[in-house]
């Protein structure tokens, strides 16, 4: 059964689900139109680099929130179809009134995913969801029906080494050559064991959310499963600290990698 996967929590997608309906008016209040820092300066650049689609190419977007990733593709030409569990961040998400389709889809229903329509998307992306989802095994297995032979999917979540339940971020002081200056720092203390654990999403959300931490190994192993490969990966870091940032702002860890970008691509059926 899939509740003894490690890394898989099935019996949590509709609490996980209602706490994003709770959580979507602070979340689309943060995030607004283009999103935040992260999304600007880390997610949405490695994605150029990673994905190019054509105009006019089919991208499925899972779990688009209230669409920045959407909104960002379709400016490219793509026709984008974003869908998300949550009926609350569809709605801000067609507030909008962009050019994308939308629908209220959990992307933990393999059936539900797979009627999108077999090898309908020439690519699919998501930004910042794998690790807010109880269960990925479904979400692969749907890929490699409803992607083309050889299409990309790309990916961004919080990197599973170095914002997991066990990274505690610190900041030291040390005198190099007669001067202080500070050190920024991770240290790790859980990383191995998938776990499930709670967090805040943005700032003042009324709800702490679900967390899902899976090591790489359990990260990859049900796509790999699936027929993908690992074509492309990014470690982004910001290049500079944000100015009026806090000390422990993620800007300041310039050599601490706050997110993952991978690019799986699905293997060319055999003749």
Not at 42 to 50: E, G, N, Y
Request: net charge negative; charged share 25%.
């Amino acid at each position: 059964m899939m509740q003894d996967r490690p890394g898989e929590w099935p019996q949590l997608a509709e609490e996980t689900r209602k706490i994003w309906n709770k959580n979507a008016e602070a979340w689309d209040s943060r995030m607004g139109e283009r999103g935040n820092d992260f999304h600007n300066e880390l997610i949405l650049p490695a994605f150029d680099r990673l994905l190019s689609p054509h105009p006019g190419e089919e991208v499925l977007d899972i779990g688009c929130g209230n669409g920045v990733v959407c909104r960002h593709l379709a400016k490219k030409g793509a026709q984008v179809t974003g869908i998300d569990a949550s009926s609350d961040l569809i709605d801000y998400a067609r507030n909008y009134r962009d050019n994308i389709s939308y629908e209220v889809l959990d992307a933990t229903d393999e059936n539900a995913l797979c009627g999108l329509g077999e090898k309908r998307f020439a690519a699919a992306v998501s930004c910042n969801v794998l690790m807010d989802m109880p269960s990925i095994t479904p979400l692969m297995r749907a890929l490699a029906r409803v992607l083309l032979p050889g299409s990309p999917f790309v990916f961004s979540l919080m990197h599973p080494c170095f914002q997991n339940p066990g990274a505690t971020r610190m900041v030291e002081q040390e005198e190099r050559e007669g001067r202080l200056s500070l050190r920024h720092a991770t240290k790790i203390s859980h990383y191995i064991d998938p776990v499930h654990y709670k967090g805040s999403s943005v700032t003042n959300s009324p709800v702490a959310q679900n967390y899902f931490h899976r090591p790489l190994h359990v990260l990859f192993a049900e796509a790999f499963a699936s027929g993908f490969v690992i074509d492309g990966l990014e470690e982004p870091t910001f290049a500079r600290p944000t100015p009026g940032a806090r000390t422990m702002s993620w800007s300041q860890f310039g050599q601490l990698p706050p997110l993952l970008v991978a690019r799986l691509r699905l293997m060319e059926e055999k003749a």
